[in-house]
């Protein structure tokens, strides 16, 4: 049917030129700091807080440990309500910190948490809140500030889907308490492996410090249970290029992304995540929600056909991280009707800064070709 002209991954690095690179870690020869806070690590830092426009960035080794360490440095206790819908590290991270998840449903048009259930897991025993920015679609930010302000709550972003977006002229990374980033070689921005978090309160920023560095305060003190979680320079030096380049690979992904809504806006059954009002997207991912009456195959069928044609999709978030193996019986991932439909019907297409128009037409008369095999 299709010739197979090479695959087409769901996600492809995007990397600076070469000899940009090169240039950009040329001084590590000279002064031979490879690590723990050097000359790059502290640029990136005084860029990221520009280019997001907030007081404080630390940065991390990646994202997941940013995120642990930020429920780390805040000494919770108790429950934290999250959604189930994302990737593994946003459960983990509070697990791992010996608190207690407590799943909120999702809102089936932009997938993110579903401000009219979060009120009613709130128990004297909830600590935080921490919701996650899913596809780079931001969370009703003024409704959680406003339950957490009234429950007196932290509220930590997982905001790894959503570097660079602004929500009515603002930036992403000034709400809440604290957000996270990740800086990993999949994301829109990225330092190979990296993380940041974001965060306005400098006592915050300070116990971040001491926690990426084992806790070590000064020379001979060492007063919080740390580990090691910093950014090394030629990460940093990633980081620094990469930024240079980024408008650029947002304009690119949102050619890509109008493309497909061109391509497959008027296809029954398939379904888009709502845009949302007044923000200014980064086109992170291009999730298709399938709906098998009205499409004819399901979502698990239509992977497998775009697989034999060399395209691979991503069921992206599946499963829901409440119905893990490692949490068998832990939770009841039935009361979360929605974000378990959804995940049962999501699959992301292939997305990135150089995929080609040609591709994307290749991937989508796919899509189109299986329906009308089945009609
Ligand atoms: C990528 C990602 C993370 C983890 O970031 P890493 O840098 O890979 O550790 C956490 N949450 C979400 C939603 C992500 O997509």
């Known amino acids: 049917m299709f010739k197979v002209e090479g695959n087409i991954y769901v996600t492809r690095s995007s990397m600076p030129p070469i000899e940009e690179y090169i240039e950009e870690i040329q001084e590590l020869w000279d002064n031979h700091w490879l690590t723990n806070m050097g000359e790059k690590h502290c640029l990136l830092e005084e860029k990221l807080k520009d280019y997001l426009n907030v007081n404080g960035v630390s940065l991390f080794c990646n994202g997941h440990m940013a995120l642990e360490m930020t429920l780390q440095s805040m000494r919770l206790s108790g429950e934290v309500i999250t959604t189930p819908f994302t990737f593994a590290s946003t459960t983990h991270a509070i697990i791992r910190n010996g608190l207690t998840p407590v799943f909120c449903d999702i809102n089936s048009e932009n997938f993110t948490m579903d401000i009219n259930r979060l009120e009613s897991l709130i128990t004297e025993r909830t600590t935080a809140i921490v919701p996650v920015h899913v596809y780079g679609n931001l969370c009703d930010v003024e409704s959680i500030e406003q339950i957490a302000?009234?429950?007196?709550l932290k509220v930590i972003y997982d905001a790894a889907h959503a570097f660079g977006v602004k929500y009515k002229g603002r930036s992403v990374a000034s709400f809440g308490d604290a957000s996270m980033f990740s800086f990993h070689a999949?994301?829109?921005?990225?330092?190979?492996?990296?993380?940041?978090?974001c965060f306005s309160n400098e006592e915050l920023g300070l116990n971040l410090y001491r926690l990426?560095?084992?806790?070590?305060?000064?020379?001979e003190t060492i007063d919080a249970i740390g580990a090691n979680a910093k950014m090394n320079e030629f990460q940093a030096a990633m980081g620094l290029?990469?930024?240079r380049h980024l408008n650029e690979e947002i304009i690119k992904r949102k050619n890509?992304?109008?493309?497909?809504?061109?391509?497959?806006?008027?296809?029954r059954g398939l379904i888009f995540p709502k845009q949302q009002e007044y923000i200014e997207y980064n086109y992170a991912y291009f999730p298709i929600v399938i709906e098998k009456n009205a499409f004819g195959i399901s979502r698990d069928e239509l992977h497998d056909i775009l697989k034999e044609n060399g395209i691979y999709a991503r069921k992206y978030f599946y499963p829901l991280t409440s119905a893990f193996d490692c949490y068998q019986g832990l939770f009841d991932t039935y009361s979360t009707p929605i974000a378990m439909q959804i995940s049962n019907q999501i699959l992301t297409l292939p997305l990135y800064a150089d995929l080609s128009i040609e591709s994307v037409d290749r991937i989508c008369s796919v899509i189109r070709t299986t329906q009308r095999k089945v009609f």
């Open 149 to 152: 302000h009234k429950h007196h």
């Open 241 to 243: 290029c990469n930024l």
């Open 256 to 267: 890509t992304y109008e493309r497909y809504i061109e391509q497959l806006s008027d296809i």
């Open 212 to 219: 990426k560095n084992f806790g070590i305060r000064d020379e």
């Open 186 to 197: 999949t994301k829109v921005f990225h330092s190979i492996e990296g993380g940041a978090v």
